[in-house]
């Protein structure tokens, strides 16, 4: 869930657990991969133990501490919809390392034993000795704790050692705070990120099995086949005339079709893939019934006889007889074909070169791996040398780069946005630590950092905020050893990163909306930088509950000073003047509160005016015109980038309106004849509304060229986008004109339309 999410009351988010077991239970039952229903089954378990939560009040739906007895800042387990289980993520059994630390240490195998043993001589300084190591691994924010214990210790911070302590301790019984071991450090950088560690890729490779459909038709092809071209000469050895007579032959051929039945016999026991050959009806299956009723001595009756005529007829007339040029071409070509080693073959040939390599890290040049296969491994592994990794396995491998995140998005590794907010928590990590002047200390909080993102977000209400890293107890207790001052290294190099990072997401995916996740990381960095410019999130217009926290009317300011006067202002008919006039009032009289939190109702108010929803009863469709107005006066974080952070695309402003334009186009087209085509209407919204703001930022000449090549662009997608986007167009050129939208967004006399993606009236463009 989003940070400073608005949200509807209780009762409207709890209707989603309700119906979540039933669907793993049948899911547990039914699916017929085993992971997938073992992964039911724990799912379904974990929506049952919601369930009870919330019917005996042991969980509270909405808050920071959802779970009675656990602060804010223990990992929850987190289900779908924000819903906390009840669960702490560093609870449970203990697990093997733990057990074996305590056999080490000599201790009973209990988490409190294993905290107090931290806390004397020889435990802080095994606990040193994995500091200076790096030779451990943070799987929950919580395996951090004693080690940042330890350090505090070390270094001579003897009472922030002991705050940590006094918090720790009521939980020592129950929560995890020993990190797990490691066989070498994971190297800290800067620089590279990756997509999945050398260990997952295995997983992934170790999952894949034989494709039974491949396999099926690799056995028809080297067993079956053949076999049918044999028993087909067996039978035109009895032809008269090109006839097959179905006479009784000599005792040779009676012989030799004894083998041929036995063999099939053997072959069918032990190639069970295809079942082709035991239909009466297939050609095969009447070759061979033919042939056993002939070799036990009865004789063919007339229907049988037809039967077999017409399948060796048409066995030669598809292909040729058996030794003609044709036939033999076709028969070495399938017999290649079934030789190629298949993609599970390869892939054990792949896990074999990623065994020597460590596991937790990422590659930095996975080529080496992907090459032919060798002769040496060949001769290890009866593949033939010189087959090729299928692209398949390769982007497995590929997705272990280990590079700069714009060479992962040069080379596809990152496809969406989406992707590259899953990877931007390893570069923020190393970027954001090191304002730790201490190696050990930088090398933990990155660790920390990594897996305090992995934490799952609650669903909040009343504006609440999710847990920040900074809040967590051992992040507290060295927050003294950061460098806070903005123009020293670490205000600089957050300001880097996040620049490089704004124009990397910009460029790379024009027309998709910056995801809460990567948005989130903006914030982190822009904290550190201490710019003043917010970064808002996406709101879900499910559980809006009308109100925005104090940084929309702030971001929507940032957005007045870049686009006052600007074609943007005009489209969507902004008084940036208004907004500037009504963050004054709000700061001269202090923002209000609603249910404890700050809010700015100005910014809602207007909000709300220009969806015209203000006096409408409350309904999804309502919240999302609302939302999208608050997206549109404050750019989505757009303007902020821009103005405050100073991206600046390579391409230039032209080429990402153009952009997003092909965009607009590929969603516009997945309208036509969808039955649902509401949420694909809203994400085309979003991408027209990046390109007009492209285009606000070109100069006039540019902007004009860009607009009249937008039509023409339309003629290279289907007739039916360019119909509903001629509107749209119409709208565009008219405010580009000098024209103006009435205030339903359209004009008077013209079927220009201004282009949004919400509605509670039907959508024009269905």
């Known amino acids: 869930m989003n940070d400073n999410a608005e949200q509807q009351p209780p009762t409207v988010a709890l209707s989603s657990p309700q119906a979540q077991p039933a669907k793993a239970f049948v899911t547990a039952l039914t699916h017929e991969d085993a ?57 449970g059994p203990l ?69 940590l302590v006094a918090e720790l301790e009521p939980f020592a019984d129950r929560l995890r705070f020993l990190p797990r071991p490691a066989d070498g450090p994971v190297p800290v950088t800067t620089a590279a990120v990756h997509r999945c560690t050398v260990s997952e890729a295995v997983d992934t490779l170790i999952r894949r099995r034989p494709n039974a459909a491949v396999e099926t038709q690799r056995e028809a092809l080297a067993v079956w086949q053949p076999f049918g071209d044999e028993l087909l000469v067996h039978w035109l050895r ?39 050959h035991r239909g009466p009806k297939g050609n095969l299956g009447i070759l061979r019934g033919a042939l056993e009723e002939t070799v036990a001595g009865r004789p063919l009756d007339a229907r049988r006889l037809g039967l077999l005529r017409h399948a060796v007829e048409s066995m030669v007339r598809r292909r040729g007889l058996p030794g003609s040029t044709a036939h033999t071409a076709l028969r070495r070509s399938q017999a290649e074909q079934a030789a190629l080693p298949s993609h599970h073959a390869l892939a054990q040939l792949m896990l074999r070169r990623l065994a020597v390599l460590p596991q937790e890290t990422g590659i930095t040049d996975v080529a080496p791996l992907l090459g032919a296969v060798s002769e040496e491994e060949s001769r290890e592994t009866g593949l033939p040398a010189g087959a090729v990794v299928p692209p398949v396995i390769r982007q497995v491998v590929g997705s272990t780069l280990s590079a700069p995140l714009g060479t992962l998005v040069e080379r596809g590794v990152v496809p969406s946005a989406e992707v590259l907010a ?8 190393a970027t954001t630590a090191q304002a730790y002047g201490d190696e050990t200390l930088r090398t933990l909080m990155t660790a920390n950092y990594r897996a305090f993102r992995n934490r799952r ?27 806070a001052v903005p123009g020293k290294p670490d205000g600089e190099g957050a300001l880097v990163v996040l620049r490089q990072l704004g124009e990397l997401a910009v460029q790379a995916f024009p027309g998709t909306i910056l995801p809460n996740p990567l948005v989130r990381e903006f914030g982190v960095l822009e904290r550190r930088c201490d710019l003043g410019a917010p970064f808002v999130e996406e709101l879900a217009a499910d559980i809006f509950m009308g109100t925005f926290s104090p940084k929309f009317l702030t971001a929507a300011r940032i957005a007045g000073t870049l686009l006052g006067g600007t074609l943007y202002e005009r489209y969507y008919g902004v008084d940036y003047a208004a907004i500037r006039n009504t963050a004054i009032t709000e700061t001269a009289t202090a923002l209000t509160r609603s249910h404890g939190a700050r809010t700015s109702p100005g910014f809602a108010r207007l909000c709300a005016e220009r969806a015209g929803t203000a006096s409408r009863s409350w309904s999804v469709a309502a919240n999302g015109m609302v939302i999208e107005q608050a997206q549109i006066l404050t750019t989505h974080n757009l303007a902020t980038l821009v103005h405050r952070v100073g991206i600046t695309p390579r391409t230039g402003w032209a080429d990402l309106a153009r952009r997003c334009f092909v965009t607009v186009c590929l969603l516009v087209s997945r309208v036509h004849h969808n039955p649902r085509p509401l949420g694909t209407i809203k994400d085309a919204a979003y991408a027209w509304r990046q390109m007009v703001f492209h285009l606000s930022l070109c100069p006039p000449k540019e902007q004009r060229q860009v607009i009249a090549g937008l039509g023409e662009a339309t003629a290279r997608h289907p007739a ?43 959508h024009w463009m269905r």
């Not at 020889?122 to 929950?140: F, H, K, T």
């Not at 899953?422 to 990590?429: H, R, S, T």
């Not at 103006?740 to 008077?748: I, K, L, S």
Request: with cysteine; net charge neutral.
């Open 457 to 483: 977000s609650l669903l909040l209400l009343n504006l609440e905020r999710q847990v920040r890293v900074e809040e967590l107890p051992w992040v507290r207790a060295v927050s003294g050893q950061r460098s």
């Open 720 to 762: 039916h986008v360019a119909t509903r986007l001629a509107p749209a167009l119409a709208g565009l050129a008219l405010v580009a004109e000098g024209g103006a939208f009435g205030g339903d967004g359209t004009a008077d006399g013209s079927r220009a339309r201004r282009f949004l993606g919400w509605s509670t009236d039907g």
């Open 95 to 163: 697990q093997a390392y733990e057990t074996e630390a305590a056999r080490g240490f000599g201790v009973p195998a209990e988490r409190r034993a294993l905290f107090a043993h931290c806390l004397t001589e020889p435990g802080l300084a095994w606990l040193g000795d994995r500091l200076d190591s790096g030779r451990y691994e943070i799987g929950v924010p919580e395996e951090a704790a004693l080690l940042t214990m330890a350090w505090l210790v070390r270094h001579g911070e003897t009472d922030a050692a002991l705050d």
């Open 238 to 276: 009895t032809a008269r005339d090109g006839r097959v007579l179905g006479l009784v032959p000599d005792a040779d051929w009676l012989a030799h079709g004894e083998i041929l039945l036995s063999r099939y016999r053997l072959l069918a026991a032990e190639h069970t893939r295809c079942t082709k």
């Open 35 to 91: 992971g997938t229903r073992r992964r039911a089954e724990v799912r379904g378990q974990r929506w049952r133990e919601v369930l009870t939560g919330l019917v005996t009040g042991r969980l509270s739906v909405g808050s920071r501490t959802p779970v009675d007895g656990l602060p804010a800042w223990v990992t929850l387990e987190v289900v779908r919809g924000g819903f906390a289980t009840g669960t702490a993520s560093a609870g």
């Open 422 to 429: 899953e990877l931007v928590p390893q570069l923020v990590a």
